[in-house]
């Protein structure tokens, strides 16, 4: 298991912290991946941080002695939003199922943006998610998808993702 929802976490090399800040109970968003896809997972979640908001991520927060199925539901319950990392292994596992099917239980119309769906190769979107928005990371430079990504993320925060400058007459 390398740290993915499909799979229990993964030991980590981390020194003993027996006296650190105990985590937040609520997140703006939960990275929500398979393992296969963790590298991409932990970029989208370190853009994010960056960017100011609270992240909760398997790879940095299932530490040693959590209980990883309370951990995903602490997830997705505690998180305003869930992105979901899209992949062809993504798509495959009953793990992730169980996340999108949690989450749009609190947002069945998409209103509140609950889910937003992020896609990191050119797969097709599980049934759950595919009358939901996506935006797409996969073939761009890092600059191009962290700004794709940060524009993306205000804009579902937001509700609206009208440009900062005046668009061109036609």
């Not at 596992?93 to 889910?115: I, K, L, Q």
């Not at 990191?120 to 890092?142: H, K």
């Amino acid at each position: 298991m390398n740290g993915g929802h499909g799979d229990p976490p993964a030991d980590r090399d981390h020194p003993a912290d027996c006296g650190g800040a105990s985590p937040p109970d609520r997140w703006d968003f939960f990275v929500s991946y398979a393992a296969a896809d963790r590298t991409w997972a932990e970029w989208i979640a370190w853009q994010l941080e960056d960017a100011g908001f609270q992240v909760l991520i398997q790879a940095w927060d299932f530490v040693p002695g959590s209980h990883w199925m309370t951990r995903m539901a602490d997830g997705v319950r505690g998180a305003d939003r869930v992105i979901a990392v899209l992949s062809y292994a993504y798509s495959r596992s009953p793990y992730e199922r169980a996340v999108r099917e949690e989450a749009f239980a609190v947002d069945p119309d998409g209103r509140t943006r609950r889910v937003i769906p992020i896609r990191v190769e050119d797969c097709p979107c599980p049934v759950l998610l595919n009358r939901v928005r996506s935006f797409d990371l996969f073939g761009l430079s890092e600059d191009e998808a962290r700004s794709v990504l940060l524009d993306r993320i205000h804009a579902a925060v937001d509700g609206r993702g009208k440009p900062p400058t005046e668009p061109l007459y036609p």
